[in-house]
């Protein structure tokens, strides 16, 4: 992950034009479902909320409404980290997982947090970042946007604690640590 990359904004989006942003990124194993449950539903309580996506064009046929939804594809980089720096949320629900960049990239973001407890979820997030809803749970995802839109104060904790979080998996830790490893593995099969 490039933590020197990806960084939080220099100022905070809340305080600087108060629009709500739901940012959903990429297509592989997303519950477009769970998408589709929440854009009427958020908009009928905050229909000044932005909801954008960032995939494949050809994914725009999963939205059950794509005129609701800003979709981007083909991208620059520093368009995405745009993205993820105005972002009021990272909103992205799973069907599965294992990593998820999209995760890691909204983490050093300082973007909170809302997805599926799936896979591997757990290993690299947790409630101090993130809420983690059951899958299918739908109505509980609605919920957790809402907790998160009204409560400016969790957010700015969230975000703190997400920064932190994605500062564990920097290029400079995690290759240190395959470094070890494998200079553990070395020694092992070398010296047995």
């Known amino acids: 992950m490039d933590t020197n ?5 220099p100022n905070n989006p809340d305080s600087s034009d ?17 998408l589709n449950y929440i854009i009427p539903r958020i908009k009928s309580v905050y229909p000044n909320c932005e909801i954008q996506a960032v995939f494949r064009k050809e994914y725009a046929k999963y939205l059950d409404k794509p005129s609701q939804v800003s979709i981007y594809n083909r991208i620059s980089n520093e368009k995405l980290l745009s ?4 972002a009021t949320l990272l909103f992205l629900p799973l069907i599965d997982s294992t990593a998820c960049n999209s995760i890691l990239e909204a983490l050093a973001a300082g973007v909170p947090i809302i997805t599926t ?3 591997g979820n757990y290993g690299y997030i947790d409630d101090s970042c993130s809420i ?9 995802l609605l919920e957790a946007v809402i907790v998160l839109i009204k409560n400016q104060e969790l957010r700015h904790t969230m975000k703190f604690h997400a920064r932190r979080k994605a500062l564990n998996f920097s290029w400079e830790k995690i290759s240190h640590s395959i470094q070890t490893f494998y200079q553990n593995l070395f020694q092992k099969h070398v010296f047995s």
């Open 5 to 9: 990359f990806f960084v939080p904004a």
């Open 18 to 34: 108060n629009k709500i942003r739901l940012l959903f990124v990429g297509q592989h194993m997303r519950d477009f479902d769970a």
């Open 83 to 86: 993205l993820y720096q105005k």
């Open 117 to 119: 407890d799936v896979g």
């Open 132 to 140: 983690q809803v059951a899958p299918h749970q739908y109505g509980d």
